[in-house]
T-cell receptor, first 117, second 115 residues
Framework: DAGVTQSPTHLIKTRGQQVTLRCSPK?????VSWYQQALGQGPQFIFQ???????QRGNFPDRFSGHQFPNYSSELNVNALLLGDSALYLC????????????????FGPGTRLTVL | QKEVEQNSGPLSVPEGAIASLNCTYS??????FFWYRQYSGKSPELIMS????GDKEDGRFTAQLNKASQYVSLLIRDSQPSDSATYLC???????????????FGSGTRLQVQP
């Protein structure tokens, strides 16, 4: 049973560029959430996708956008990169359940380490 | 004002001892609570979920929830050096910034188990 996969593993970009990160959820999961984790901090919620729509969003600017495909995989896009966007980007998948208001047990992928120079 | 608070540690315990990790949260309406373990350079790994007041046991791990006190804890019995990691508490909380619920993580407690 494949777990959550993410690509690429590492990425180096320069300020002002755009980046796309990809995620495939765990088998049987239909909900994908994205997080940003800075060094020494806990993950910060960016947004959650379910049924190809953004269902929840954290306190992140519109430069951060996403998409979910019919096969439940997802992309995170970040435009106009800033130095402060350097972080570990985590994708987590879960099954949609009424319990916990959409935040059932989430399983994380290995992450994409983004460095902005 | 942090919404999910954890002591950053490090919490140092000898091998075989019980490690006690604590977490407090600010949203009294929170309904779901999770503990994750994160090794250095790796992604978080789900250890426990708890939704009701009381204790929930899984192997060497016990999660304890007290909604009235807005407090959740994780006990690790018979601690092993391989348990050395950062433990993250996560709570489904209402955010005043966004007006929505979001899974909010603490900054984590670093646990060191001494052989």
């Amino acid at each position: 049973d494949a777990g959550v996969t993410q690509s690429p593993t590492h990425l180096i970009k320069t300020r002002g560029q755009q980046v796309t990160l990809r995620c495939s959820p765990k088998s049987g999961h239909d909900t994908v959430s994205w997080y940003q984790q800075a060094l020494g901090q806990g993950p910060q919620f960016i947004f959650q996708y379910y049924e190809e729509e953004e269902r929840q969003r954290g306190n992140f600017p519109d430069r951060f956008s996403g998409h979910q495909f019919p096969n439940y995989s997802s992309e995170l896009n970040v435009n106009a990169l800033l130095l402060g966007d350097s972080a570990l980007y985590l994708c987590a998948s879960s099954r949609d359940r009424v319990l916990a208001g959409g935040f059932d047990e989430q399983f994380f992928g290995p992450g994409t380490r983004l460095t902005v120079l | 004002q942090k919404e999910v608070e954890q002591n950053s540690g490090p919490l140092s315990v000898p091998e075989g001892a019980i490690a006690s990790l604590n977490c407090t949260y600010s949203d009294r309406g929170s309904q779901s609570f999770f503990w994750y373990r994160q090794y250095s350079g790796k992604s978080p790994e789900l250890i426990m979920s708890i939704y009701s007041n009381g204790d929930k046991e899984d192997g060497r791990f016990t999660a304890q929830l007290n909604k009235a006190s807005q407090y959740v804890s994780l006990l690790i019995r018979d601690s092993q050096p391989s348990d050395s990691a950062t433990y993250l508490c996560a709570v489904n909380m209402f955010s005043e910034d966004t007006g929505r619920r979001a899974l909010t993580f603490g900054s984590g407690t670093r646990l060191q188990v001494q052989p």
